[in-house]
């Protein structure tokens, strides 16, 4: 009575005076035990039955069971089931279906499974048990196996085996095995059962058959707030961001006030269709609902409103959480990594760190990608041994998470391999190649993204065998090659003079049935005219089925600078200016085609309509993990003197060794009045790095040519490897060499 009651401490001090405690007794007081949530008691109550030797029977297991079920205690649960076996209770359908139960709920399906097996008799539950045991730890394959065992040993489904069914098929998205679940389902049962009707939606919505889904929600005799849900979840889950919000706007219509799964849903659906708008209309519901809190809806409003452009409002939703976990910080990053503010991003992830929340895998993916965009190789290098310190980075994942079910097993490898490929992307585009090559050869899988990411790495500094090498390595892992394989490898073909190659791989596209785009003509094109071939080069302009791009454009305008074409290079100009009347690259280009041609009035003519477009040039140079910013202001600014000395150092040497005035061909001597930040960023780098190691720099406009001729120039005198990379070429300057081959 006391402990149905509620009394639980009081049915304990009347257990312990009973003069007699036989097994009955003991299994009140377990039970009450259990019912108040206290399991820890349970156990030790069984401990104490034991030891005094007391015969348990059906309902002292059960409870035990249940205490095990409850808080995961896969430990006492074996114990549990040994005590199951001494007793010779196996036989009990009632201890057998317990046990199974147990087992899924503490992830011990092979256990489970062998209960299953060694029943004497086995009902609909003891199979719909293990089938939901399966669904839940991610097992979808396993649940739709054991569906088919259970109909071989004439056991008919229930409605809760349906339920599990479906949900493994939408796990796995097995459609067809859905849609012969779904013929099996009686009208009476599929008509009286709401679950099922949601469930068929939800099932056909996640393989992607969205009609089907509509057909059978527009079918069901009553929606629900579930209902609606699957329909909306499945729309985004397939990028239909706006039939999901039709969806959202229909059912309040229907006066179905949504939840806030159909918040979150929604939202993520303005995300897909980047709609600031929406986004905010969707805002004020959840902020009416008092959902603003809801940290599942805080970390997606941070999201939605940074993939709309709109960072300030992300960060006032971030800062006003007042729970901030691992995927509000993620969700920030992010948004700064992909729209290019990267040094925010940077900032964020060492704020979270002070925060205290530990990154987890896709944090560091994102953060890396923050590094490739402004070269900052020292920060990747540190989040790189991070990500091994602190066990985010595995390298034989397989092994590690084989126990977990597919489904979750599938989701760790993608985190896995996604950050790998970051990895090697980073690497790659700091110029790093060997370190890109070695993170790619320890990862235990590759992807399509993985060899573009490193046969990207080989193109952009011109290792064009290399590049030849890792495309055939494609064929043999059997990947195949996409758009940005061959655009990376004409590209090479382009930058390495490689005509004929270039010609092999373009008409190449067609037998892995690729059609080359534009950016594929303009790699081709800009080959043709580095290699002189400039009529060639100009058919193919007027004849490729698509409007020619500003980068062809510019591509015929450095072949006209190379070759000295004055009225070609007109010509392109006057295109360019067509597409973009401030493009700094062309009137750039255009101006070094006059001056080599000394037409000098054209040259200032268009040296000052330059001067008036310009954008501020900005330098970034990454020094042991801090990025510095550099900008034209700070030339001027004498707070710099120790760098504005080693540049007159270098300027010095320069005249020296320049007798024969190869290096500067726009003026008569080295150009000393260049205002050009990247001056700055390289100095401050060869005053702030160690002898013979690597400086990296990223600018926000194309490097001049007086500048270009710098950096070559201190590539061989100070020996070092120089990674610089601007708004339309990467350059790699060594041994007084530049991979661009004097083009860009």
Not at 176 to 190: H, S, V
Not at 367 to 375: P, R, T, V
Not at 623 to 643: A, S
Request: aromatic share 8%; proline share 2%.
């Amino acid at each position: 009575m006391y402990a149905k009651c509620g009394s639980i401490d009081e049915a304990s001090c009347v257990f312990d005076k009973l003069s007699t405690q036989d097994v009955v007794s003991w299994n009140v007081l377990m039970r009450g035990y259990l019912e108040h949530g206290l399991p820890d008691k349970v156990f030790d109550c069984f401990d104490k039955v034991n030891t005094a030797g007391i015969a348990v029977d059906q309902v002292t297991l059960l409870c035990c069971l249940n205490a095990c079920c409850n808080v995961e205690n896969l430990k006492e649960g074996h114990a549990t089931y040994a005590a199951i076996m001494k007793h010779g209770l196996e036989r009990e359908l009632v201890l057998g279906n317990a046990s199974i139960d147990m087992y899924t709920k503490c992830g011990a399906l092979m256990e489970a499974k062998h209960v299953l097996d060694h029943m004497f008799v086995r009902d609909v539950i003891s199979w719909t048990t293990l089938i939901a045991g399966y669904v839940e730890n991610g097992c979808g394959e396993e649940a739709l196996k054991c569906l088919k065992n259970m109909k071989h040993d004439g056991v008919s489904p229930n409605a809760a085996t349906l339920v599990c069914s479906l949900k493994a098929c939408s796990s796995t998205r097995s459609i067809d095995m859905g849609r012969k679940i779904q013929a099996d389902i009686p009208e009476t049962l599929y008509r009286s059962d709401p679950t099922i009707g949601n469930t068929l939606v939800d099932m056909f919505a996640k393989c992607g058959s969205l009609m089907e889904a509509l057909q059978i929600f527009n079918e069901l005799p009553k929606r629900t707030i579930v209902s609606w849900n699957a329909l909306i979840a499945g729309y985004v889950e397939h990028g239909h961001g706006n039939d999901a919000l039709n969806c959202f706007d229909q059912m309040q219509l229907d006066c179905m006030s949504p939840d806030a799964s159909t918040l979150n849903c929604s939202l993520k659906a303005c995300g897909l269709i980047r709609s600031s708008i929406k986004s905010q209309v969707v805002h004020s519901e959840i902020v009416k609902k008092g959902l603003e809190q809801s940290y599942l809806i805080g970390n997606t409003l941070v999201d939605v409103y940074v993939k709309c452009n709109l960072l300030a409002d992300g960060r006032y939703v971030f800062d006003r959480q007042k729970v901030r976990n691992v995927i509000s910080w993620t969700a920030l990053i992010s948004g700064y990594a992909d729209r290019g503010v990267s040094r925010d991003a940077l900032d964020c992830l060492e704020e979270m760190e002070v925060d205290g929340v530990v990154p987890n895998a896709v944090t560091m993916t994102c953060s890396l990608k923050a590094c490739s965009n402004i070269g900052a190789i020292d920060v990747g290098q540190a989040l790189h041994a991070q990500t091994v310190k602190r066990g985010i980075l595995y390298t034989d994942y397989s092994d590690r998470f084989s126990k977990i079910g597919d489904k979750a097993f599938h989701e760790l490898a993608t985190e896995q391999l996604q950050l790998e490929n970051a990895l090697v992307d980073m690497y790659g585009k700091c110029g790093n190649v060997l370190d890109a090559h070695d993170v790619f050869g320890s990862m235990p899988m590759h992807d399509l993204v993985s060899w573009n990411a490193l046969i990207t790495g080989y193109s952009r500094q011109g290792h064009a065998e290399i590049v030849f090498e890792l495309f055939d390595g494609m064929a043999e892992e059997a990947v195949h090659p996409d758009e940005i394989t061959f655009l990376s490898i004409l590209s090479v073909c382009s930058h390495a003079g490689l005509v004929q190659k270039a010609r092999s791989y373009f008409k190449a596209m067609t037998e892995y049935n690729l059609s080359p785009k534009s950016e594929h003509y303009n790699c081709v094109i800009d080959l043709l005219g580095r290699a002189g071939q400039i009529l060639e080069a100009t058919e193919m302009l007027e004849r490729m089925p698509y409007q020619p791009t500003i980068f062809a454009w510019c591509s015929m305008l450095g072949a006209c600078r190379k070759w000295g074409n004055v009225k070609l290079g007109q010509h392109a100009f006057e295109c360019v200016l067509r597409l973009d009347s401030q493009h700094a690259a062309a009137f750039m280009l255009m101006f070094s085609i006059y001056v080599d041609a000394c037409m000098w009035e054209e040259a200032k003519k268009v040296e000052e309509a330059l001067q008036a477009l310009k954008q501020p040039g900005q330098s970034l140079v990454d020094i042991f993990g801090v990025v510095h910013t550099f900008c034209e202001e700070d030339v001027d600014n004498m707070r710099h003197k120790e760098l504005h000395a080693k540049l007159r150092e270098v300027y010095l040497e320069m005249e020296k060794r320049d007798s024969t005035n190869v290096l500067t061909k726009t003026s008569n001597s080295i150009n000393c009045s260049c205002k050009h930040s990247e001056r700055l960023a390289l100095v401050y780098g060869l005053l702030n790095t160690s002898e013979r190691s690597q400086i990296h720099i990223v600018k926000n406009v194309p490097i001049c040519e007086d500048c270009h001729n710098v950096m070559t120039f201190i590539s061989r005198t100070e020996r070092r490897k120089i990674v610089f990379k601007d708004k339309i070429c990467y350059h790699e300057f060594k041994n007084g060499k530049c991979s661009c081959g004097y083009y860009c």
